[in-house]
């Protein structure tokens, strides 16, 4: 079978919504039709469930992104050049650590292959995560993000320090 491919926007929602992702990995995206892109991922309750291949994720601005991670505060975009930017979720949302500047242009590209619409919303997903799984799976996620974006102590389970 040949694989397909589809595009996914994403902006940061900030104040901890934002999922956590990165290059090469299989995720679960929950997403919404859009008229510009394919899906636009969106923590709606209406949002589908779909899963698939993470195969690269552009930036208008910033370029070739290899991972998002979340810390429940700030997001941590990864970039292919080795940069990391740390972008506050939280008092200020939307600025750029060290830098006084926002986040300009804040409109994702993501291309996803091979991706199966699962059908679940994500309101009826948080009723099964939290129903089926424990802080466990929640915690192997996070890990599995953090080691793909090598970001320090991934395998120790210590917190990500800014």
Known sequence: ME????????????????????????GL????????????ICRSDDATAVQAYLMSIEHPVYGSIEG???????LHIFCT?????????????????????????????L???NPNETRVTLNQYRGLFFQATSKL??????QRIRKALNIPGADQGEALKP
């Open 137 to 142: 799976m929640a915690d192997f996620e996070d």
């Open 81 to 109: 050049d080795g940069t990391e930017m740390i972008v506050n979720g939280e008092e200020s949302p939307g600025l750029i650590d060290g830098s006084g500047e926002s986040i300009s242009d804040d409109r994702f590209i």
């Open 68 to 74: 998002v991670y979340n810390d429940g505060l700030d």
């Open 111 to 113: 291309c996803l292959r």
């Open 3 to 26: 694989p397909f491919y589809k595009t996914v926007a994403w902006a940061p929602e900030f104040y901890g919504r934002d999922p956590s992702f990165a290059k090469g990995l299989r």
């Open 29 to 40: 995206f929950f997403v919404v039709p859009d008229a510009t892109e394919d899906f636009v």
